[in-house]
């Protein structure tokens, strides 16, 4: 099968490594395989270390001409038979340049529980043969927004089953963990929807408890000026790190006593696919498609989403249990090999195209 890939961002993200699994594995098995990404960004990069075959357009946002005109062209010349659109910009470019020549289906990916507010939005997924949700929750969302149930699939997120990077006892004492303290991380962009305010301040109340436990932050975004501001405000000082955007994620996770995911609205989360793939206990929220991943007190603990003081007790709980804590971290890897992983995600993503192609 001929396919193309489009996907628009700059940054790298947890999106664009499912984007990157989902083309490489098609490859693999011998399929014709095409990415159209944002010229000069992370993706293009990776994808193109990879072996693919990369075409870097222009980006600039949901009405982007040269990137559409750019899109089309590439389409003449291609003849994909699926055109598969990995967020709402390249899906809106995606429409519009079908709309100048060769019009293969489009199957746009879904990969957050945020409502379809604007007519535009509504409309542009309402194009395309089949909209992928990455877990049920996205997909409750969609149907709520009207896109029909027929149009609609089911294609859990899947990262690669791996064991974890080495380097992660000395990638935390290099951020100023001590060596034997215990260790919750998160890793996620620092944006509203993560909510790592509520993170912070359970860190205050396991702090109190336990005051050699550690937190690490690993990620970037627009509310990290905010969520210093509360730090200082609640008196974390060393106790909390803000460790920034990290090229040794995978070493990180692996260090990690607990990975807590405090997000408030979450369509899956690749950050927990990872951590319950190198079987660390798992604390998180009951927000979106979390629970389809975490069974409470099987595979992770969950808690109401906004509430300090119940995600604290659940950290705390796994804290001052290593035994608990491993026999969660050994059920989440459970999960993990029976639903999450890239290999099940490629053979599904396969199966919808050939439904429409």
């Not at 990157?20 to 594995?25: E, Y």
């Not at 790592?196 to 932050?217: G, H, M, N, S, Y």
């Not at 509310?223 to 990180?252: I, N, Q, S, W, Y």
């Not at 989403?305 to 804290?319: K, M, N, S, T």
Request: aromatic share 4%.
């Amino acid at each position: 099968m001929n396919v193309l890939h489009v996907d628009s961002a700059r940054g790298w993200r947890g999106g664009q490594s499912q984007v990157l699994l989902t083309a490489r594995g098609q490859a693999r098995r011998g399929h014709q395989v095409l990415l159209a990404c944002q010229r000069g960004g992370a993706l293009e990069e990776r994808a193109g270390a990879a072996g693919l075959d990369v075409h870097g357009l222009r980006f600039q946002g949901d009405l982007s001409p040269l990137a559409v005109a750019a899109l089309a062209g590439l389409v003449r010349r291609a003849r994909p038979q699926v055109i598969q659109a990995h967020d709402p910009h390249a899906l809106s470019c995606a429409v519009l340049a079908t709309r100048l020549g060769p019009r293969p289906p489009l199957v746009a990916t879904r990969r957050v529980d945020f409502a379809l507010r604007r007519r535009w939005s509504r409309w542009k997924y309402g194009r395309a043969a089949r909209v992928v949700a990455v877990s049920e929750a996205v997909r409750g969302v969609l149907l709520q927004d009207g896109l029909p149930e027929p149009i609609l699939r089911l294609v859990y997120e899947g990262v690669p089953d791996r064991a974890p990077a080495a380097g992660g006892q000395d990638a935390l004492r290099a951020l100023g963990v001590p060596k034997g303290a215990p260790v919750v991380g998160n890793v996620a962009a620092l944006a509203e929807h993560k909510d790592q305010a509520t993170l912070l301040r359970a860190a205050r109340l396991v702090i109190e408890r336990r005051p050699e436990a550690r937190v690490v932050i690993v990620g970037e975004g627009p509310l990290r000026a905010p969520l210093e501001a509360l730090h200082r405000e609640l008196g974390l000082g060393a106790a909390c790190v803000f460790a920034g955007f990290r090229t040794d994620v995978e070493a990180l996770l692996g260090a990690f006593d607990v990975f807590c995911l405090s997000s408030h609205m979450e369509g899956l989360g690749t950050s927990l696919l990872d951590a319950m793939a190198f079987a660390r206990p798992v604390v998180a929220t009951r927000a979106g498609g979390i629970p389809e991943a975490v069974e409470d007190g099987v595979s992770g603990r969950l808690v109401p989403p906004r509430d300090p003081e119940a995600l604290a007790a659940g950290l705390l709980e796994v804290l001052e249990d290593p035994q608990r804590g491993a026999a969660l971290g050994a059920g989440g890897r459970r999960r993990f090999l029976e639903r999450f992983t890239d290999e099940r995600m490629v053979e599904a993503t396969l199966r919808v195209y050939e439904e429409i192609a």
